[in-house]
């Protein structure tokens, strides 16, 4: 058997011991050293010499996403932002803050999940849109664990991160305004639109409450969002063919502007004559109204008129973007799935709560 045959039977048994080079006098055989180095090669390319840490161009083959999600590499990064859509450092602080709400005692015959690996199978879960069943397998836990683990995981953000959507006060309320007012509408405090969120239909439920006006049954979402795509408000859970001004007459942004705790700035005349004191940019499923400003609409306008309503429609942009990035990210949301409508708003808001998490933590690296 030749030596290089000799290496290729060892490599591929798992062996990284070579053969000594033979001496040639006082000095090594210049055959045998080339022979040497080829060997080595070919060694290194079978994996008999692994890497500690593999270069980011190297696809590994593990036991499942969550075994390459703790691998320590300089692909680590990259593949956190592609399951989960954030990075690892984003990842940690998460899980830093979550940790104490998700530790379990030790039960007789089980050792309970840690609190970063349920927290990174629920993120993967909203991330990704697979179901229970596919979803598991790629973090080594079962069908129920995966059901618990994004039932703690959405409980505990919501107790953790009470404030991410609210409203602004102070300067952060005086850069929402200058940043409308730089887009031609002043006094402006948000952008308002509804999305569905398509669901299987119902099985505990009228089947003809959830049918939406394109005949697919959905549940709506009312959101509010300024110029940097953040959001404000989140009103969710009503069937899909409840009316956009339904949903508004229902939720608690209406009962705030009805007892004069929102729009409270000093009443300004605005440069298409109407005097507010605030008020959002909505579409023309809202009337008309001293808080909600909508386009004039209709086929021959005069050019103020126009010039008006696209100016509206343009900065009013805003929020069909943040549906974009919203559902794009968190595909759950994106495609039809089936889900348990008890918990589907709670869900909708804790994706509404990482939306808002990353825009900041992006606003925050932006260069300047």
Same mark, same amino acid.
């Given at each position: 058997m030749s030596s290089f045959s000799v290496v290729k039977w060892r490599a591929a048994s798992g062996s990284s011991k070579l053969p000594a080079l033979p001496m040639s006098g006082q000095c090594l055989d210049v055959g045998a050293i080339s022979d040497a180095v080829l060997q080595v090669c070919y060694t290194m390319g079978c994996g008999a010499f692994p890497r500690a840490t593999p270069r980011w161009w190297m696809?590994?083959? =593990?036991?499942?996403?969550?075994?390459?999600?703790?691998?320590c590499d300089d692909a680590t990064d990259d593949y956190f932002k592609d399951k989960l859509r954030m990075s690892l450092r984003v990842f940690r602080e998460i899980a830093e803050t979550l940790s104490p709400l998700l530790q379990r005692r030790v039960a007789f015959y089980t050792v309970p999940l840690q609190p970063n690996h349920i927290i990174a199978y629920a993120l993967y879960r909203w991330a990704t849109g697979? =179901?229970?069943?596919?979803g598991t397998c790629s973090f080594g836990i079962g069908r129920s664990s995966g059901i618990t683990a994004v039932r703690d995981v959405t409980a505990a953000l919501l107790s953790a991160y009470p404030n991410k959507i609210s409203w602004p006060t102070g300067l952060q309320k005086a850069v929402v305004f200058l940043a409308f007012a730089d887009k031609g509408v002043p006094n402006c405090h948000g952008c308002i639109d509804c999305t569905h969120i398509y669901i299987d239909k119902p099985t505990n439920a009228n089947g003809e409450d959830y049918c939406d006006r394109k005949r697919r049954f959905s549940v709506q979402a009312q959101v509010v969002v300024d110029m940097n795509l953040c959001v404000l408000d989140v009103f969710v859970g009503y069937p899909g063919s409840v009316h956009d001004m339904r949903m508004l007459n229902l939720s608690s942004l209406w009962a705030l502007t009805e007892e004069g705790q929102l729009f409270t700035r000093p009443r300004v005349m605005l440069s298409f004559g109407v005097r507010t004191n605030g008020y959002l940019l909505g579409d023309n499923s809202y009337p008309q109204s001293e808080w909600i400003v909508v386009p004039y609409g209709g086929l021959a306008q005069h050019p103020s008129d126009a010039h008006f309503d696209n100016k509206q429609k343009t900065t009013r942009g805003e929020v069909e973007r943040a549906f974009g990035r919203l559902k794009g990210m968190?595909?759950?949301?994106?495609?039809?799935?089936?889900?348990?409508?008890?918990?589907?708003p709670q869900q909708f808001v804790i994706v509404c709560i990482l939306h808002n998490i990353l825009m900041i933590t992006r606003r925050h690296r932006r260069p300047v």
């Amino acid at each position: 058997m030749s030596s290089f045959s000799v290496v290729k039977w060892r490599a591929a048994s798992g062996s990284s011991k070579l053969p000594a080079l033979p001496m040639s006098g006082q000095c090594l055989d210049v055959g045998a050293i080339s022979d040497a180095v080829l060997q080595v090669c070919y060694t290194m390319g079978c994996g008999a010499f692994p890497r500690a840490t593999p270069r980011w161009w190297m696809k590994r083959r =593990t036991r499942g996403t969550w075994e390459d999600m703790r691998q320590c590499d300089d692909a680590t990064d990259d593949y956190f932002k592609d399951k989960l859509r954030m990075s690892l450092r984003v990842f940690r602080e998460i899980a830093e803050t979550l940790s104490p709400l998700l530790q379990r005692r030790v039960a007789f015959y089980t050792v309970p999940l840690q609190p970063n690996h349920i927290i990174a199978y629920a993120l993967y879960r909203w991330a990704t849109g697979e =179901t229970y069943d596919s979803g598991t397998c790629s973090f080594g836990i079962g069908r129920s664990s995966g059901i618990t683990a994004v039932r703690d995981v959405t409980a505990a953000l919501l107790s953790a991160y009470p404030n991410k959507i609210s409203w602004p006060t102070g300067l952060q309320k005086a850069v929402v305004f200058l940043a409308f007012a730089d887009k031609g509408v002043p006094n402006c405090h948000g952008c308002i639109d509804c999305t569905h969120i398509y669901i299987d239909k119902p099985t505990n439920a009228n089947g003809e409450d959830y049918c939406d006006r394109k005949r697919r049954f959905s549940v709506q979402a009312q959101v509010v969002v300024d110029m940097n795509l953040c959001v404000l408000d989140v009103f969710v859970g009503y069937p899909g063919s409840v009316h956009d001004m339904r949903m508004l007459n229902l939720s608690s942004l209406w009962a705030l502007t009805e007892e004069g705790q929102l729009f409270t700035r000093p009443r300004v005349m605005l440069s298409f004559g109407v005097r507010t004191n605030g008020y959002l940019l909505g579409d023309n499923s809202y009337p008309q109204s001293e808080w909600i400003v909508v386009p004039y609409g209709g086929l021959a306008q005069h050019p103020s008129d126009a010039h008006f309503d696209n100016k509206q429609k343009t900065t009013r942009g805003e929020v069909e973007r943040a549906f974009g990035r919203l559902k794009g990210m968190w595909r759950l949301f994106l495609h039809t799935h089936k889900c348990n409508m008890e918990t589907l708003p709670q869900q909708f808001v804790i994706v509404c709560i990482l939306h808002n998490i990353l825009m900041i933590t992006r606003r925050h690296r932006r260069p300047v």
